[in-house]
């Protein structure tokens, strides 16, 4: 169990860019979830896969932000014409969920986005 | 709809004192609850977690909670504060619904010699 990874690590872009982020979730789990955290906050709901389907989006994700998870493995994240109000730590979690399961999400170590 | 309030944004304690981070839940339904731990600029470690078992739940580096369902509680608590445990704690709640974590703003605990 390798948990859960993401990359980059770091983004540092100018504003109107496009941005991508990777999430590989432990390899057993249906279920990858993104969430968006600012300072001094808890982390914010964004969108959830499980399996290949995108089953909720946040009313936070406008039109500029695009996620997917072709396979049902890894996840990417896309902002499009990044804005200085993106600038945030970008989390990704994934979970294995079932009869048997507790639904507990384990999170990958974060991609931070800098927007200048 | 869910929320988590995490009572005092900031706690400070001495080295082997004890811990106590406030976490209150309002959920219609019996929830799933979750401590997460997060150090600068890295991901969120979880703590411990209550699934409708026992109450009192024990977690990792002598860290517990107790559910208190009258109290809509799930308050932390660790018996003797390490420098180690300086970190920011978050509370979160899942289920009742909804398929997502909902976290409180977090408490960042400071501990000093």
């Known amino acids: 169990d390798t948990g859960v990874s993401q990359d980059p690590r770091h983004k540092i872009t100018k504003r109107g860019q496009n941005v991508t982020f990777r999430c590989d979730p432990i390899?057993?789990?249906?279920?990858l979830y993104w969430y968006r955290q600012t300072l001094g906050q808890g982390p914010e709901f964004l969108t959830y896969?499980?399996?290949?389907?995108?089953?909720?989006k946040s009313r936070l994700l406008s039109d500029r932000f695009s996620a997917e998870r072709p396979k049902g493995s890894f996840s990417t994240l896309e902002i499009q014409r990044t804005e200085q109000g993106d600038s945030a730590m970008y989390l990704c979690?994934?979970?294995?969920?079932?009869?048997?399961?507790?639904?507990?999400?384990?999170f990958g170590p974060g991609t931070r986005l800098t927007v200048l | 709809a869910q929320s988590v309030t995490q009572l005092g944004s900031h706690v400070s304690v001495s080295e082997g004192a004890l811990v106590l981070l406030r976490c209150n839940y309002s959920s219609s339904v019996p929830p799933y609850l979750f401590w997460y731990v997060q150090y600068p600029n890295q991901g969120l470690q979880l703590l411990l977690k209550?699934?409708?078992?026992?109450?009192l739940v024990k977690g990792i580096n002598g860290f517990e909670a107790e559910f208190k369902k009258s109290e809509t509680s799930f308050h932390l608590t660790k018996p003797s504060a390490h420098m180690s445990d300086a970190a920011e704690y978050f509370c979160a709640v899942f289920g009742g619904g909804y398929n997502k974590l909902i976290f409180g703003a977090g408490t960042r605990l400071a501990v000093h010699p």
């Open positions: 979690a994934s979970s294995l969920t079932g009869k048997l399961s507790t639904d507990t999400q384990y």
């Open positions: 896969f499980q399996n290949e389907a995108q089953l909720e």
């Open positions: 390899s057993e789990h249906n279920r």
């Open positions: 209550y699934t409708s078992a026992a109450t």
